[in-house]
T-cell receptor, first 111, second 117 residues
Framework: TQLLEQSPQFLSIQEGENLTVYCNSS?????LQWYRQEPGEGPVLLVT?????EVKKLKRLTFQFGDARKDSSLHITAAQPGDTGLYLCAGETDSWGKFQFGAGTQVVVTP | EAQVTQNPRYLITVTGKKLTVTCSQN?????MSWYRQDPGLGLRQIYY???????DKGDVPEGYKVSRKEKRNFPLILESPSPNQTSLYFC????????????????FGAGTRLSVL
């Protein structure tokens, strides 16, 4: 059972377009992380959000944690081919150190 | 350079032949964890360790063992591998981020692709 549902599973867009990836759960998480994974490599942490309603920006990437700490979104503005990758969300449960990952969203940005 | 190192990167074995995948980190992190990644399922946590001699089960611990005798090493042991353990395995380590109150910044190894025939 996937506690964290990511949508969409796959996203293909043109360079310059915007995109949003969603991560939803019925569970409350103490923190939520977003990762990007390239083929043949391990996931790389992009951001951690810990407070309900929190918004964090990382250049063209905007991350939001839901007020109830059950959901999150990742928005990319003016996507570039370098944004191509598998985006994963991960929620940390109340048991510190125990993580639930979403299945991932494959993003492809074409020039 | 901060690193999480897994070995081997690729392994093909046969059912029932015991194997160990090693994981080492050079960042003096207290926390280490093992995950498996399968298509359509994302990463699933196998075991994690809060510190030396402290380990806990993740979501899919069946068929796996771990040990944490030293801070830097966290080997994953498959006593009797089966074909359903064919997967991509990742080790991760982390320490608390006190500056931003973010609780956990995980650094991942490059992965071990295991095939059990």
């Amino acid at each position: 059972t996937q506690l964290l549902e990511q949508s969409p599973q796959f996203l293909s867009i043109q360079e310059g377009e915007n995109l949003t990836v969603y991560c939803n759960s019925s569970s409350v998480f103490s923190s939520l992380q977003w990762y990007r994974q390239e083929p043949g490599e391990g996931p790389v942490l992009l951001v951690t959000v810990v407070t309900g309603g929190e918004v964090k920006k990382l250049k063209r990437l905007t991350f939001q944690f839901g007020d109830a700490r059950k959901d999150s979104s990742l928005h990319i503005t003016a996507a570039q081919p370098g944004d191509t990758g598998l985006y994963l969300c991960a929620g940390e449960t109340d048991s510190w150190g125990k993580f639930q990952f979403g299945a991932g969203t494959q993003v492809v940005v074409t020039p | 350079e901060a690193q999480v190192t897994q070995n081997p990167r690729y392994l093909i074995t046969v059912t029932g032949k015991k194997l160990t995948v090693t994981c080492s980190q050079n960042m003096n992190h207290e926390y280490m964890s093992w995950y498996r990644q399968d298509p359509g399922l994302g990463l699933r946590q196998i075991y994690y360790s809060m510190n030396v001699e402290v380990t806990d089960k993740g979501d899919v611990p069946e068929g796996y063992k771990v040990s944490r005798k030293e801070k830097r090493n966290f080997p994953l042991i498959l006593e009797s591998p089966s074909p359903n353990q064919t997967s991509l395995y990742f080790c991760a380590s982390s320490s608390r981020d006190r500056m931003t109150s973010a609780k956990n910044i995980q650094y991942f190894g490059a992965g071990t692709r295991l095939s059990v025939l």
